[in-house]
């Protein structure tokens, strides 16, 4: 072999190893990046009429597993889904109580029944009647503070739903500029491994947010999906993803009925994205929690009504009304259970516990007729206070008359949500029904949650051994590298040696 193409040979090796060290450099410095794809620096033999020629240093390529990548991808959606569910449901865990400890829905209103059995037996006991209007208040404050939290809840559902529709429209434009550099790259045969690990790592990120299917094209470029099937614009000059801020209540719903559409290119996908944060938080805006708003007015109303229907005009609005059943049913009750209160007219005088707060018409098909104790009327008066325990409690609204059941259809502003239980007679079994209906979605999603999270912990794990970095192979590269490095080097000064040696004969 020639000495200068021996020297060409060691220089085009010293200039691969170079190549090759910076890649090895790059992949342990990324070591712990979520979604960096390995590099690998490939190389081939250069020859010229069956003479080796050396090695040529190939365009920076990536270890991937484009299955696994995509698998992962989708649970990260399905995680966020139920991550941002049991977020808003264990809120609500938190101030509904726990039954058995007294401070659930049913346990108070079992005391405000417990209150009006020991003032049956002295209905005059000023204490007595204190203490059953103490009682009603706890379950009223009880009421208010549940129905607050499903609003705080939804309106935080709504709020995150701006906030992570900006981030989406941000990370499309930075993947769609990064697929403009791709595709010119890859034209013109130039490494794109940095700018596709890039790609994916912004890709990764908003994974969480919808749910995403990525889909590389021939020329490098992208096509991004949800996870139903919707393209997602990433060379779109504006933002493609729209929602409008809004400040939500118990009688806004959607659609049309205030709470803003999601658009992508100005067409309404609200229900079409499913899956990730934000699928979970419309969700959880337009169901979920509004029907949890409406079974809790359902509650009050029921609760205000059968002690109305009695005599005694308890719990009512801050107007002292009692609201009827419309149509829709909640149509005159929406947002009930957030004013509902012990009627001030009670609280100012505890003896109408005793006495009843207005004439009842007897009705054979309602409550039959009640007629009030008059002022210095007996003391000792109890017709009241038995009417309210064995029918405003009870299963029915008079002897023979069973009470009208609640409502478990038909219910919220558009009449077009539904309780996931039958209809309950009695104000115990609504409250029974109502808390654990809710707790047990709560309990059903972190459950769900941890199996979802435990495929996602796999899925990751098996990503990064088939395409992840591992430091004490990049290590065993380097040994190499510097011994190929070596190799060359000595190549070089023997053929440096050599030609001085050719010129030191020739003078």
């Known amino acids: ?77 399905t995680v966020a889904d139920l991550a941002t569910q049991q977020a808003a449901l264990q809120a609500i865990d938190q101030v509904q109580g726990t039954p058995g400890q007294g401070n659930d829905l049913a346990s108070l209103l079992g005391k405000l029944q417990d209150s009006f059995s020991s003032l049956s037996g002295s209905p005059d006991s000023q204490s007595g009647q204190q203490e059953t209007v103490i009682s009603a208040r706890t379950l009223t404050n009880s009421i208010n503070t549940m129905a607050g939290a499903y609003g705080t809840q939804r ?31 890859k034209a013109t045969g130039q490494s794109t ?5 890039q790609r994916d790592t912004v890709i990764g990120s908003i994974s969480g947010l919808l749910g995403v299917k990525a889909l590389t094209q021939p020329n490098g470029d992208l096509l991004l999906m949800t996870m139903s099937g919707l393209n997602l614009p990433i060379h779109s000059s504006a933002n493609p993803l729209s929602v409008s801020s809004a400040t939500l209540g118990a009688s806004t719903y959607y659609p049309g009925g205030g709470s803003p559409a999601l658009t992508l290119s100005g067409i309404d996908v609200t229900r079409q994205m499913t899956g990730g944060s934000i699928g979970a938080n419309i969700a959880l805006r337009d169901v979920t929690l509004p029907t949890y708003q409406a079974e809790l007015d359902e509650f009050a109303q029921n609760l205000s009504g059968r002690f109305d229907t009695q005599g005694l005009r308890l719990f009512t609005d801050p107007i002292g009304a009692v609201p009827g059943i419309g149509l829709p049913v909640q149509s005159n009750y929406l947002g009930f259970a957030n004013t509902i209160q012990v009627n001030p007219a009670i609280t100012a005088s505890p003896n109408l516990l005793r006495d009843g ?19 210095g009327g007996p003391a000792g008066f109890a017709t009241m206070i038995s009417r309210v325990l064995d029918y405003a409690f009870g299963i029915q609204v008079q002897s023979g008359v069973p009470q009208m059941p609640s409502n478990t259809t038909g219910l919220g502003p558009a ?93």
């Open 1 to 77: 072999m020639k000495l200068d193409a021996a020297l060409s040979i060691a220089v085009g090796g010293l200039a691969n190893v170079n190549r090759q060290l910076d890649v090895v450099s790059q992949n342990i410095a990324n070591a712990s990046t979520p979604g960096y794809a390995r590099e690998v620096a490939a190389q081939q033999s250069a020859t010229a009429n069956g003479i080796g020629m050396g090695v040529r240093t190939l365009p920076t390529g990536r270890e991937t597993d484009d299955l696994l990548q995509a698998g992962l991808l989708e649970q990260n959606g």
């Open 155 to 185: 309106q935080g559902a709504q709020d995150a739903i701006v906030t992570d529709v900006a981030t989406v429209n941000a990370a499309l434009g930075t993947i769609g500029s990064l697929s403009d550099q791709i595709v010119i790259l």
């Open 193 to 197: 491994a940095d700018l596709e690990n």
């Open 357 to 375: 707060t207005h004439l009842v018409v007897g009705s054979p098909v309602g409550a039959s007729a009640f007629t009030p104790n008059p002022a």
């Open 415 to 507: 009449g077009n949500l539904a309780a996931p239980y039958a209809p309950p007679a009695t104000l115990s079994a609504i409250a029974t029904a109502l808390v654990a209906s809710q707790a047990q979605a709560s309990s059903a999603t972190t459950v769900q949650l941890g199996a979802e999270q435990a495929v996602q912990t796999s899925l990751t794990a098996k990503l990064s051994n088939a395409t992840g970095v591992s430091i004490d192979t990049e290590m065993s590269n380097m040994i190499q590298l510097q011994n190929a490095y070596g190799a060359n080097a000595k190549i070089i000064s023997a053929a440096q040696a050599m030609w001085s040696q050719l010129l030191q004969s020739i003078a």
